[in-house]
């Protein structure tokens, strides 16, 4: 299985950005595809998650701002970010489980996810 992360970059506060994650080789119908980020010297934390019918839940950091879509048919996952923060520099990965959200749990952290991304950079200068 292998999850490739892009579309990160360096913009101004305020600015928007699009993260995409093209999931292959994963041949399971159910999952539960989420979206974390790291910066140095911190844990790994929950963004967003969006389960196999759609349903999606964000931290309470950025809700409102970004935005996780799922596209099944190419299982592919987007993260829209808008109104970007300098706090929201960080790496970006994205990770697939191998169980729905529901049954993990929403915003489960890192350990709920067995397959993961390398990581996109998202830097916000003010």
């Known amino acids: 299985v292998q999850l490739v992360e892009s579309g990160g970059g360096s913009v101004q506060a305020g600015a928007s950005l699009r993260l995409s994650c093209a999931v292959s080789?994963?041949?399971?119908?159910?999952?539960?595809m989420g979206w974390f980020r790291q910066v140095p010297g911190k844990e790994r934390e929950s963004v967003a998650n969006?389960?196999?019918?759609?349903?999606?839940n964000y931290a309470a950091s950025v809700k409102g701002r970004f935005t996780i879509s799922l596209d099944n048919a190419n299982l592919t996952t987007y993260l829209q970010l808008v109104s970007l923060k300098s706090e929201d520099t960080a790496m970006y990965y994205c990770?697939?489980?191998?169980?729905?959200?529901?049954?993990?749990?929403?915003?489960?952290?890192?350990?709920?996810?067995?397959?993961w991304g390398q990581g996109t950079q998202v830097t916000v200068s003010s």
């Open positions: 080789g994963y041949s399971f119908s159910t999952y539960c």
């Open positions: 990770a697939i489980s191998l169980n729905r959200c529901r049954s993990i749990g929403w915003l489960r952290g890192p350990n709920a996810y067995k397959y």
């Open positions: 969006i389960d196999t019918d759609g349903t999606a």
